[in-house]
């Protein structure tokens, strides 16, 4: 059930199960939301199934979600009629209806004129709330507008908050970097000049470190970079590493470095704003490890207006992917633009582009595929759902290190925002696990210009 309904306090005794009617939105987001309300009742307007009928053509997420929840549905409903009731969801769970449309009722007939689907939504939300008496019933969409016109009409709305991150959570993965000034000066010494770059983890606190902790420790006027190392049980210094050409240019960009080089660390995460240099970071460092792996990959999902599928555009293929693969290429651009055309490095990226063993592409022609030996980079992570980054990590085969970036305060998707997407899920899931990695970007290395925009404008 969503974790942070306002739901009213009923008595335990003989509580009747509460009534959550759904959004549209909220299925195209979770297919499988109808299993997350516990043992309470379900019911989805005529509305919400026709809305589905519309998305269920394509290849992209939301066409999958529409298909798998009318399967599921018609699993649950086979041979069985609705009724009054509905049908039982499953062991443990509520009932879940589907309710044909009903009109507003008369004192409400001149609140909305348009005949559109969420109004439509919104009625029978109204309609199942006044013929269920003494039950909570709420409207569940992750709509804004729709939201304040249910307010609007007296009607309870609340947000889908099941895979939503708390914002405490969102703030303390953005502080993941310890920063230490009472260390001593030996430990600092052994650290930096010693035979295995490392110190026992209790010189530096009295608990235990969690897998791939970050510190940066104060040496003076300069700052050591660290990571405790599960598997070695110390703390291990962050070199100063050149990756194809790419040098970091502050602390954050050297974590990066050292986490998507690392063989150990088989997923990584990166967050910042525009210019810090997470894909470009992420791009160089796949490169100088290429012959580790069968095949690079660099994609990112293609979010384009409404539910229409990138086949509306004109032009063939190559030419409707050009607007999305187009920033991958220009970061590709600036690697290339490190060394001269005619060194081993440019005709190594030139080659791998052509074989394909350096492919670039949209998500969406990613999907389906086993994964296995593959460096792959998903660039905009923040515009997919808690849903689409768990099915592209369950592509992982042997051998696969995934890298994921994005910005969470730059989201395209409607329904999503800066503590439900699927980046910010991935931090707070997988924090503490010593395969995962979580980097912060603070400064932007695009251009003076550029970091200037991003602070003032």
């Known amino acids: 059930m969503a974790r942070y309904t306002r739901i009213p306090k009923t008595g335990t005794g003989n509580r009747k199960p509460k009534i959550f009617v759904l959004d549209t939105n909220i299925i195209l987001h979770d297919y499988k939301a109808i299993r997350k309300f516990k043992d309470n009742d379900i019911v989805i307007p005529i509305a919400v199934i026709e809305e589905l009928d519309k998305f269920k053509k394509g290849n992209d997420q939301l066409a999958y979600n529409a298909r798998g929840f009318m399967r599921d549905i018609d699993r649950i409903t086979e041979g069985l009629p609705f009724g009054k009731s509905g049908v039982p969801i499953a062991k443990g769970l509520g009932n879940i209806k589907i309710e044909p449309n009903h009109p507003f009722p008369d004192d409400m007939k001149d ?42 009409a007296g009607m309870e709305v609340q947000d889908y908050m099941t895979d939503r991150v708390e914002e405490e959570k969102i703030e303390n993965s953005n502080k993941e970097v310890q920063i230490l000034d009472n260390v001593g000066p030996e430990a600092i010494q052994e650290l930096t000049y010693g035979p295995d770059n490392s110190i026992d983890w209790k010189v530096l606190g009295n608990s235990r470190p969690r897998p791939n902790q970050l510190y940066k420790i104060r040496d003076g006027k300069d700052m050591v970079c660290a990571r405790f190392d599960e598997d070695l049980g110390k703390v291990v210094l962050v070199k100063n590493k050149t990756v194809y050409g790419i040098k970091p240019k502050n602390d954050e960009q050297k974590f990066a470095i050292d986490a998507c080089t690392n063989p150990a660390i088989k997923l990584v995460s990166m967050t910042g704003g525009a210019g810090t240099g997470k894909t470009l970071i992420a791009l160089a460092s796949a490169l100088e490890q290429a012959k580790d792996y069968d095949q690079i990959i660099l994609t990112r999902p293609t979010v384009v207006l409404g539910n229409q599928d990138i086949g509306f555009l004109p032009g063939d293929q190559k030419t409707k992917m050009s607007p999305f693969v187009q920033p991958l290429m220009d970061n590709l651009n600036v690697i290339r633009g490190q060394f001269r055309s005619t060194s081993k490095e440019a005709q190594k990226l030139d080659a791998m582009l052509k074989e394909e063993k350096l492919l670039i592409s949209p998500l969406a022609y990613i999907r389906g595929r086993s994964l296995g030996r593959v460096f792959f980079i998903c660039d905009e992570a923040q515009n997919l759902t808690p849903n689409e980054v768990k099915t592209i990590i369950t592509r992982a085969g042997e051998g696969t290190k995934m890298v994921f970036t994005g910005d969470i305060f730059q989201i395209d998707q409607p329904y999503l925002d800066q503590w439900s997407n699927g980046l910010t899920h991935l931090g707070e899931k997988m924090g503490g696990q010593k395969l995962f990695e979580h980097i912060f970007l603070r400064v932007g290395e695009r251009s003076t210009l550029s970091d200037l925009a991003s602070k003032l404008l």
């Open 111 to 152: 609140f909305f004129f348009d005949d559109i689907p969420d109004h439509r939504i919104l009625s029978t939300a109204i309609w199942v709330r006044d013929n269920n008496p003494g039950r909570f019933v709420a409207l569940v969409t992750k709509d804004i507008n729709l939201r304040m016109k249910s307010k609007a």
